[in-house]
């Protein structure tokens, strides 16, 4: 890695991606301050029974109006136009990792990239947010091809501490040495912002390493 490389990479926009390890109500409501002051909220789901508890706790922390997008059914032009004037997409963790990642290919994944640029805040938990990384990894451990906004990475919801970090790391290392891992703690959050702005939410801290090229380019 060059001296001028960032070691973590993200897409460029006026967004913020939230990446946090679980349902926090305490990084919920620090994703609504971060919200531009107009625009709706939008619940990406598969399920409308999963989606209204979710509404519902957003709502009992302040939230403007939302309404869930069933990316299942729903037709390319009806997720365009739902997702367009949003301040803030949520994707709760509340699904099958491996449905929601099939479900967000096409317009989803297109338009949620298109409303980060604009400026929405798109908010992931626990298991949506490991779907942010180039490969997510499954209960068994086994590795899947994902989103890759964090680019290179693997994202891995609930780990604190680092030497299990690199322990469950390890499958996504052998397949690509110059990958790095984060572990995000359920109370917590990875925060990426406009202009390589990083923060990091929560009393927990969030974990990183690196697989074993990352630093010798």
């Known amino acids: 890695m060059s001296a001028q490389q960032p070691a973590l990479t993200w897409p460029e926009g006026l967004g913020w991606l939230i990446l946090s390890g679980g349902q926090a109500d305490s990084i919920r409501t620090q994703t609504l301050h971060r919200l531009k002051p107009d625009g709706g909220v939008a619940y990406l789901g598969l399920r409308e029974s ?3 508890v979710t ?3 957003f709502e009992d922390l302040g939230a403007p109006t939302g309404y869930l997008v069933n990316i299942l059914v729903e037709d390319d032009d009806q997720i365009q136009a739902a997702l367009r004037e949003v301040s803030l997409i949520v994707l709760d963790g509340g699904e099958d990792p491996s449905r929601l990642y099939d479900a967000l290919q096409g317009a989803a994944i297109d338009e949620m990239r298109a409303a980060h640029q604009r400026g929405t805040v798109i908010l992931a938990e626990g298991s949506a947010a490991a779907l942010f990384g180039a490969k997510w990894m499954d209960e068994r451990g086994q590795l899947h091809n994902g989103l890759n906004w964090l680019q290179g990475g693997l994202i891995l919801p609930g780990v604190v501490e680092r030497g299990a970090l690199r322990a469950q790391a390890q499958p996504m290392f052998w397949d690509n040495p110059h990958a790095l891992a984060v572990g995000v703690p359920s109370e917590s959050a ?14 927990q801290p969030v974990a ?5 090229g990352f630093l010798k380019d």
């Open 208 to 212: 990183v390493t690196f697989g074993p």
């Open 190 to 203: 990875l925060v990426l912002g406009p202009q390589t702005s990083l923060e990091l939410w929560g009393d």
């Open 50 to 52: 999963a989606a209204d």
């Open 55 to 57: 509404m519902d706790d």
